[in-house]
């Protein structure tokens, strides 16, 4: 098709203007899920376990079990077996890590945030930092409906498993 004098010419958009401004937080975020994913910490059976919770994600098949040992409200250990996606695997990963040692009532509030980020009623920015660590690139799931489910099926096992205490 040839221009005419009367067709505009197409401005060049820089690809800066195309990306998103936290394109570099993204990549990040996607780097800490799958370093978690690749390398998970607490995976595998643990001994002394108080509870054990299993949950399924029938849309997907994504299978998960949380095991808590619990020391009066003291988190003393946990584990999780999955056969399971790569968000739902790295999530058991980052949960676990982050309430081991904590009490039962530090535990909810981190499942809370978590939460809290996945339903964008918390921005990123303004979630404690230290209290979440790794956690906060779940931030980037928020974006993916679907992805959520993933996120959630950590979240409601844990939370089980903290309430059979």
Partial sequence: MALSADTPVPVPVPLSATQPPDIGVASLYQEIILSHYRAPKHKGEIRGANATIEHRNPLCGDVLSVQIAFDDNRIADAGFSARACSITQATASMVLSRIIGGTVDDAQ????????????????????????????????????????????LVTVAVREALDAA
């Fill in 109 to 152: 509030i981190v499942l809370q945030q978590v939460e809290s980020l996945l339903d964008a009623t918390t921005p990123p920015t303004e979630v404690d930092a230290a209290l979440l660590g790794d956690l906060r690139a779940l931030a980037s799931v928020a974006r993916f409906p679907a992805r959520k489910a993933c996120v959630r």
